[in-house]
């Protein structure tokens, strides 16, 4: 293991290593196919970096240079979307979000039918938890694909809407469905009707 200095990204942070330490993390596993450097980690984005603190664990380090002052809003959404969307969240701090390491893969262009439908459903779930993700338009990187399910990932640009649209992203951009996103946004049809569309 590494001590979480390293993990501190793109510069050095005492207030964030202070934070990391107080809340039980000193150390972390070098792990992942992104590379930092010295260290590898499973992700890096705009405000963190993903490490993995234990076989099952995951921790969340906001980016020193990060757009986002704190990572407690988007811990927040991930907690109310719930295990059966996303990751589940064990704790979480200005600068640390703690959540369970899903060894997925990410979403291809191509997938088979049953991840699709899979994924559909958890949009709608999300949907009906009135949370717009933001990044369904490009779901590469924000869905993981396990044996069993999808996970929906990264809610640091997601937000609390009356009228979420997750579905149509996905129907318009991914699906390359804008006809199938317009009727459902319009009420006209629904998601167990698009399954029938595309897929029988």
Known sequence: ?????????????????????????????????????????????????????????????RRVDSPKESLELEAKIQIKAGEEIAPKVYSF????????????????????KSVLIDLLYRAKMLEDKLIEHKELTRPWKNVLVTENRTYIIDYDSASIKEKPRNISKLLSNYLNRPDLALKYVRGEISIKEIIEELFY
Request: overall charge positive; glycine content about 10%; proline content about 2%.
């Open 1 to 61: 293991m590494v001590e979480i200095r390293n993990f501190i990204y793109p510069y050095f942070s005492r207030e964030i290593e202070k934070e990391l330490i107080e809340a039980g993390f000193e150390y972390a596993y070098s792990f992942g196919p992104k590379n930092l450097g010295k260290v590898n980690v499973i992700g890096k984005g705009k405000t963190g970096i993903v490490v993995l603190v234990d076989k099952d664990k995951v921790l969340k380090i």
């Open 93 to 112: 701090g200005r600068n640390f979000i703690l959540m369970e390491y899903i060894n997925g893969r990410n979403l291809m262009k191509y997938e088979d």
